[in-house]
């Protein structure tokens, strides 16, 4: 349980790492959008062979991965509807003006992209003894442009660094007990449920992906974005093929 909230909170510290980064530097609209693109690409790799490709493995010839992959698409779907009636829009939009950033629904957006990728997490520790190289690689790139962001908006509504990174470490925390969760509350589920977990990840990163990380990435990063997405898979695909050889 302690292997699975450390390597939980290791996979999240870029949340902190971020908010520092930003906090004491002012990175370029195009830097942010580039590493946007590389954890984009990170992200589909470990979604396609760490996610999906298992969920199938173990729900075979059952519709548990499909029922998984749509639930988890339509759970984001909805969660990001509401947060946005909240105000807090894109979490990644760093166009957004400050009054628009309403800390608390901005922290809920967050969370709802960090906790599946660290349920993920404790799940894999619990299955195979050992966490996933290619997952943790992948929601640690991804978390940086997601700190970045959000801090550079709460800095613009006069929030202090300080407090910048108080709430990176809090939500750091919080997706590091996610991963303690999905190593103990899933021990004596089936084979099926195990699928139907994984799916719903895969279909939620999917979602956050195609509506706010590669959006801002192509926006901010410019065509250089799609090679620096085809790098993030590549580096992905390595981590996965280094693991299992």
């Not at 103990?184 to 706010?212: E, P, Y």
Request: charged fraction near 10%.
């Amino acid at each position: 349980m302690l292997k699975a909230f450390l390597w939980g909170l290791l996979a999240t510290s870029s949340l902190i790492l971020g908010g520092l980064i930003a906090s004491r530097f002012s990175l370029g609209k195009r830097t942010v959008g580039l590493v946007m693109a590389f954890g984009s690409g990170a992200l589909i790799s470990a979604v396609s062979y760490e996610l999906i490709f298992e969920a199938l493995t173990l729900g075979k010839m059952t519709g548990f991965p499909a029922l998984g992959l749509f639930a988890g698409a339509f759970a984001f779907h909805l969660s990001d509807n509401l947060i946005a009636r909240f105000g807090a829009g894109n979490p990644l939009d760093m166009e957004a003006s400050p009054h628009s950033r309403v800390v608390i629904p901005m922290v809920l957006a967050v969370i709802l992209d960090g906790v599946p990728e660290s349920i993920v997490i404790g799940l894999g520790i619990f299955k195979e003894g050992a966490v996933s190289l290619a997952i943790l690689v992948a929601v640690f790139i991804s978390n940086l442009p997601e700190a970045i962001a959000g801090s550079v908006g709460m800095k613009a509504a006069g929030a202090s660094r300080r407090r910048v990174v108080l709430l990176w470490f809090v939500i750091a925390l919080v997706c590091a007990v996610a991963s303690v969760a999905g190593y103990s509350l899933f021990r004596t589920a089936s084979a099926h449920w195990l699928a139907f977990v994984q799916a719903f990840a895969g279909g939620a990163i999917l979602m956050m992906l195609a509506n706010s990380m590669m959006p801002e990435a192509y926006e901010h990063g410019g065509k250089l974005a799609g090679v620096f997405t085809v790098l993030g898979f590549c580096v992905s695909v390595m981590m996965v093929i280094l693991e299992h050889s």
